[in-house]
């Protein structure tokens, strides 16, 4: 009997659980490619109406460019969302389901960030404030569309700026030379595609986060990436955590830590207000 409550008292609570998980307050497309329809899933602050201007964030998810889903960022999402800002998680073709190589999903990443522009309007949104953060290969997009100029999709009115106007990023991936991340991958076009090595003056404000055990992203290449930002006169908060491994940033305590640097980051900025004591 004792087991049977115990089975029900844990059924409960994940039944609880699954209901208290941020949920978006819509789902819209944004693009059609031969692998199938790429969508957005949006966090609104309260009260949101299409007559406001509020600051935004993109987000895309990690996995290697093989795989993910973008609810890795919907806690971050719905933070920020209760916090001001419209806050979205992109969909963006992955090997595992769509076949494609990276290529496609820098071509993803602009797109979604062209398109959440250009409706900004429709989606009470700022078009001058509108950030892309991710984690990982996410990361890596999200640092692409600020510092790439290459892998626009053929067909798409690049006349809109893909280019963000902050960069929050957690572990990400910057560099795809032969000593960095996935360079047997795209070691045919790498020079093109390592955010690190197409790094200009005028890279937007960026945050980044980076546990001092990655063994994905060594400290120094972050560094090295925050040394060049400075050097030409851009902004670049490098924040490390002592022991942290890959991936660290969703987990538990090192989630809320993140999750208050890069509020703190855009309260900075003058996005949203500084947190009531």
């Not at 406001?52 to 990690?62: M, N, S």
């Not at 398109?115 to 990361?139: E, F, H, M, T, Y």
């Not at 560094?223 to 490390?240: I, S």
């Not at 991936?247 to 949203?272: A, H, P, R």
């Amino acid at each position: 009997m004792k087991r049977i409550i115990a089975v029900l008292s844990l059924l409960a609570l994940c039944g609880w659980a699954e209901e208290k998980k941020p949920q978006p307050s819509f789902v819209v497309t944004y693009k059609e490619t031969p692998q199938g329809e790429l969508r957005l899933h949006i966090f609104n602050p309260p009260k949101h109406d299409a007559k406001q201007k509020r600051p935004a964030i993109v987000f895309f998810f990690g996995g290697g460019w093989n795989s993910g889903t973008p609810s890795q960022f919907y806690g971050q999402s719905q933070h920020l969302a209760d916090r001001g800002m419209v806050a979205i998680c992109a969909e963006y073709r992955t090997k595992k389901t769509h076949h494609t190589d990276p290529r496609a999903c820098v071509m993803d990443a602009k797109s979604a960030m062209r398109w959440v522009r250009s409706n900004a309007g429709k989606l009470g949104i700022d078009p001058d404030r509108i950030a892309a953060g991710g984690g990982s290969a996410g990361g890596h997009l999200a640092a692409a569309t600020a510092t790439l100029q290459a892998f626009n999709e053929p067909d798409e009115d690049t006349k809109t700026s893909c280019v963000p106007n902050a960069l929050a990023l957690f572990n990400p991936v910057f560099d795809n030379s032969e000593k960095g991340y996935g360079h047997d991958r795209v070691k045919k076009y790498w020079e093109e595609f390592s955010p690190r090595h197409n790094l200009k003056k005028g890279t937007p404000p960026t945050i980044v986060f980076l546990g001092t055990k990655d063994d994905l992203i060594p400290v120094a290449t972050a560094q090295d990436y925050q040394k060049t930002m400075e050097a030409n006169g851009d902004r670049c908060d490098l924040h490390l955590y002592k022991d942290q491994t890959h991936g660290f940033f969703n987990k538990s305590k090192m989630f809320e830590e993140t999750l208050n640097e890069t509020d703190q980051f855009f309260v900075s900025l003058g996005w949203i207000p500084p947190l009531k004591k």
